[in-house]
């Protein structure tokens, strides 16, 4: 793969390892483009707060958002398509799957934390095939499903400063 042909992840308005707008928060919805390596089949987002605090532990990654068989024609996530129920989104989005966030209800769970300062990841995954994991998708069923059929990663880190 060429170097200008870099499978990666790009947030308008984001800078790698800077600071998430707050229209990204509780308060707003996105993500954006790729450039996926040949032989992908599919793509599979995981959005998670790396940062998050437990009672039990120092640090437990917070799921915020996962999205699996996106098509890897696909450039970008429309704003405020996420919560939409499958047979609204229709089009090259038809396929695309919203799994469950910390919160344990589909879609993009924003942001809204006692304190400022935490790393949000969001990992772009480019697949070997497509991902058939029943009616409720997690980070946990994901991250296994995709063992052994993973083309390419990309990572994107954003902190919440607000």
């Not at 304190?115 to 998708?137: I, N, W």
Request: glycine share 12%; proline share 9%; hydrophobic share 35%.
């Amino acid at each position: 793969m060429a170097a200008s042909d870099e499978f990666r992840l790009v947030l308008p308005g984001i800078d790698h390892e800077g600071k998430l707008p707050r229209k990204y928060t509780a308060e707003g919805q996105g993500a954006k483009k790729n450039i996926s390596p040949p032989g992908t089949k599919s793509l599979a987002l995981v959005v998670q707060d790396i940062d998050a605090p437990d009672p039990k532990d120092p640090v437990v990654p917070w799921t915020n958002w996962v999205v699996v068989n996106i098509p890897p024609g696909v450039k970008c996530l429309p704003e405020g398509f996420s919560g939409k129920e499958e047979d609204q989104m229709g089009g090259q989005y038809g396929g695309l799957k919203e799994g469950n966030n910390d919160l344990k209800v589909p879609g993009w769970c924003g942001p809204k934390l006692p304190s400022p300062g935490h790393r949000f990841e969001f990992k772009l995954y480019a697949l070997d095939d497509e991902l058939h994991l029943g009616h409720k998708v997690t980070k946990e069923k994901v991250l296994e499903a995709i063992e052994g059929h993973v083309l390419g990663e990309a990572v994107m880190i954003a902190y919440f400063l607000c």
